[in-house]
């Protein structure tokens, strides 16, 4: 079994004790072979945490594959990983760390890296957006909607904050902020992303409040802008079946499942289409 980093640090200091002393030449070849064998030692166990962590990645990849199975209209994380680059204050390394924890769902781990990063480097906008991200995905929405708010405002064309922002409103059912923000991201048009969420997500905010035809445009326009935004044709089909248009709704989800029949939400399409087929509601 490997030492712990406890009796390797006891073993350096003790070496490092005696190398000191006055009797340490008569020592000599007994500490250089001890010294050998603590650096051999370290070395082997660095390569075995390596590999460690490798299959730790691997299971890190299992678990997205077992979340992506539980299908979420939360916004896809995007954003370039962040680049470290040399200041005093350490703040990159904080907001480098924040975006590796989020790619891996740890949204805990990384409202903490983040949080350290602001700590170091007030406002930095990059820690914000980023800290945002994480307790949006964590379903903190109000502290996620306070993070975005200070985003815009320093950045009132950052259209990825806006569509954020109409995420949460409308995970919030405040409905009239919601369409203000994502129509105001439509509006900005520079970032194709942003535009096809942002029509997807009024949508949603329509097909909410029974306004069927309406949320039925907007979802026709995410598959223009987006056909693999597979969800898009499963609210597509509930805003056609609550509007009594069974067969439009039954031929979108066979539409959906068509398009991507291993793609959760092409899953989701066909369980809906047995379920309205054998007599049941969506």
């Known amino acids: 079994m490997p030492e712990s980093p406890t009796s390797h640090r006891d073993r350096y200091q003790d070496l490092e004790r005696r190398l000191d002393a006055p009797t ?12 050998v064998g603590l650096f051999k030692a370290l070395e082997a166990e660095i390569a075995e945490l ?13 678990w997205k594959a077992m979340a992506a199975a539980q299908p979420s209209n939360a916004p896809e994380f995007v954003g370039e990983k962040p680049v470290v680059h040399a200041d005093h204050i350490g703040a990159s390394t904080f907001v480098e760390k924040g975006w590796s924890l989020i790619s891996v769902a740890d949204y805990d781990g990384a409202e903490t890296a983040l949080r350290r990063a602001l700590q170091l480097s007030p406002g930095d906008p990059q820690a ?13 929405y109000d502290d996620a909607l306070m993070s975005f708010q200070q985003v815009l405002m320093r950045e009132p064309a950052n259209a990825l904050a806006r569509i954020n922002v109409g995420y949460i409103c409308l995970k919030k059912r405040i409905f009239g902020e919601a369409i203000e923000h994502l129509s105001k ?13 942002a029509h997807f997500y009024l949508g949603l905010v329509y097909l909410e409040r029974d306004m069927f035809e309406d949320a039925q445009t907007f979802f026709q326009k ?4 987006g056909p693999n935004l597979i969800q898009a044709y499963y609210e597509l089909g509930r805003a056609y079946w609550f ?7 039954t031929q979108t989800w066979r539409d959906g499942y068509a398009a991507n029949k291993f793609n959760p939400w092409g899953k989701r399409c066909a369980e809906v289409l047995q379920t309205v087929e054998a007599g049941g509601e969506p």
């Open 24 to 35: 340490a030449g008569a020592e000599r070849d007994v500490l250089k072979r001890e010294i």
């Open 50 to 62: 390596s590999a460690l962590k490798d299959d730790v990645k691997r299971l890190v990849d299992k």
């Open 128 to 140: 914000e957006s980023l800290l945002g991200w994480a307790m949006m995905l964590n379903e903190k």
């Open 185 to 197: 991201a439509i509006r900005l048009d520079n970032d194709r992303k942003a535009s096809l969420y």
């Open 222 to 225: 995410t598959l223009v802008l």
């Open 243 to 249: 509007n009594g248009q069974r067969d439009e709704a």
